[in-house]
Structures are given as structure tokens and as C-alpha cells.
């Protein structure tokens, strides 16, 4: 995610980190092209080229715009509920935290290792779930967290950020066999757990679920065959001046598709996706500061304005 101050006028024009440009400019080259050709054959054969009204253009270019800004608003909730999802982790994360230190006895040694094993499978969960989000290998952020006892059958799971959930369950359920919980703590910690599941699932419906692809592909072809005829439009009126106005339009409709598209996945790893390693190592600074340690890892800075 791009995590900077709001730049000068100049830096405006000519900053392309987080810039959809890079990914749009083969568009807008051929756009130019087309319509610097098109003006040149009106300059030079005028009596052999039509002139069209710019009436058709303003009607469909209002009406595209009107498809744009409805994908682009759902993308934009997309990205903004997974946004809340994970704010929503971290209060669970932390909140369970406190209810294990707070609630648990840690009188014995036996207890401090339940107490630790818990909060260590819940930084596991958190790195799980991004790695699952993002699908990457997990194992180096995660089997450090979780007892060998379990890797073999870990690496089996189909779903491992729900495997450290049941095995957090587990822990719960003998703590509460044992007495080391009440009765309503066991309720009430339950309730964290069943929180932090309801945010895998609702993170997993996101990223299992895209826009639906005829809308996706009904907005792609309006948009190219708008840019495409646009300079028939506009070049009796505008003449030389056509290639650049095209050039400008066909950023602005392209750039809005193509951040849309950005936007609809909000957990990869580019420019404008969401932050999850950085939020991922916060929580795990929050819970391992909260057991006591001293040696934690560093805390994830941007990078060139660029927050991973």
C-alpha cells in the first residue's frame, strides 16, 4: 500500500509509484497513435472524411463513466471490508491476548506454557492467514510458533489458518478440563476465537469470490471501443489538438478500469493492495511484547512510500 504525504503539484504529474500509468500506457500510446493518424488523413483529405457530431460520444462516454464508477465503487468496498477485517484481528488478536494473561494461572510452569502456546498459535493464525490470502508458503513464519509435535499433521491441512483455530480450541477445552479456566472466561474467550474465525471466512468469500466476469468484460469492451472511436468525434472540431485530448480521455477511462481491477483483489502485493505484512508483524510485535520477550522483530516501515 502506498503510505505517503500528499504530494506537490509537480511530483503530481511525474510520480509513477502506486501510479496506475505503468500498466496502462500501451493503451494510451496506441490511442494516441490511432488518433494522430486519423487527424492526419482529415488534415490532408478533408473532402474524403466524414465528420461525425460529438453527440453519440458524450451520451456513451456519460454512460461508461456511469459503468466505471459503479465497478470501481464495489471494488472500493471490497478493499475497504477486508480493510475492517483485518482492524477487526488485530482488536481479537489483542483481546485474547490480555484474556489468556489476564484470566489464566500462571502459578505453575505448566500454565505459563499454555498461556504461551496459545498467544504463540495466535501470531500462527495471523501469519497463516495472510500467507493463505496471498497464497504463499507459510511454514517459515509458522512453525516456529507451533509445537513439532503438530507440524506433520499441520502440513496436511487443507485449510491451515482453520487447523491452528481447532488447535486453539483444543488448548481452550483442556484448560477448561483442568481448572485453569471458569466457566464464563471459557465463554467469553470462545468468543474471541469464533470472532477471529468469522474474519477467515469473510477474508476467504472476498478472495474466492471476484466480481462477476460479464460485468468485468462488459466494461472492458465499452471502454475500448469508446477510446477507439472517440477521435472520429472529435477530430473535425478539435483538429492537431485530438491526439492529446484521446490521450487524456483514454487515461482517465482506462486508469479507472485497471484500478478497479486493482482494487477487486485487496490482499496481493501491489501499490494500492492491503498492508497484511505489515499488520501481520504488528500483531505479532503486540502479543509477543505482551508475553514478556524482549528480543522482537522489527516493525515493517515503508519503503519509498511503499508499505508492504
Keep these: 500500500m502506498i503510505v505517503r504525504q500528499n504530494p506537490n503539484a509537480f511530483k503530481i504529474f511525474f510520480s509513477l509509484r502506486g501510479s496506475i500509468i505503468p500498466k496502462i500506457y500501451p493503451q494510451i500510446v496506441l ?40 465497478r470501481n465503487n464495489a471494488s472500493y468496498q471490497r478493499w ?48 497463516a492467514l495472510r500467507h493463505r490470502l496471498r497464497n504463499t508458503s507459510p511454514w517459515e513464519d509458522i512453525e516456529r510458533f507451533v509445537e513439532p509435535e503438530y507440524h506433520a499433521s499441520m502440513r496436511q491441512a487443507q485449510n491451515l489458518p482453520d487447523y491452528l483455530m ?34 477467515l471466512a469473510a477474508c476467504e468469500r472476498i478472495h474466492n469470490t471476484p466480481l462477476p466476469f460479464a460485468y468485468m468484460l462488459l466494461v472492458h469492451r465499452t471502454t475500448y471501443l469508446y477510446c477507439f472511436m472517440l477521435p472520429f468525434g472529435l477530430v473535425s472540431s478539435l483538429g492537431w489538438a485530438t491526439p492529446l485530448i484521446c490521450a487524456v480521455i483514454a487515461y482517465t477511462f482506462f486508469g479507472l478500469d485497471v484500478l478497479s481491477e486493482e482494487l477487486e483483489e485487496p490482499f496481493g502485493l501491489a501499490a494500492n493492495q492491503l498492508p497484511l505484512s505489515a499488520l501481520s508483524r504488528t500483531i505479532e510485535i503486540n502479543l509477543l511484547e505482551a508475553l514478556g520477550d524482549t528480543d522482537l522483530p522489527p516493525s515493517i516501515t515503508p519503503n519509498k512510500g511503499y508499505l508492504q
Design 31 to 70: 490511442i494516441t497513435l490511432l488518433s494522430t493518424l486519423i487527424t492526419g488523413m482529415q488534415h490532408r483529405l478533408p473532402s474524403y472524411f466524414s465528420s461525425y457530431g460529438t453527440a453519440p460520444f458524450v451520451l456513451l462516454g456519460i454512460a461508461l463513466s456511469l459503468f466505471l464508477g459503479f
Design 80 to 127: 475497504w471490508e477486508a480493510r475492517g477485517l483485518w482492524g477487526q484481528l488485530v482488536y481479537d488478536a489483542r483481546g485474547f491476548t490480555r484474556q489468556v494473561l489476564s484470566y489464566m494461572d500462571d502459578e505453575t510452569e505448566a500454565g505459563r506454557d499454555t498461556q504461551r502456546h496459545m498467544i504463540y498459535l495466535t501470531i500462527a493464525f495471523t501469519h
Design 166 to 199: 481447532r488447535l486453539l480450541g483444543k488448548y481452550l477445552g483442556d484448560g477448561r478440563r483442568q481448572g485453569q479456566f471458569s466457566e464464563l472466561m471459557v465463554q467469553k474467550m470462545d468468543e474471541r476465537l469464533m470472532s477471529m474465525t468469522v474474519v
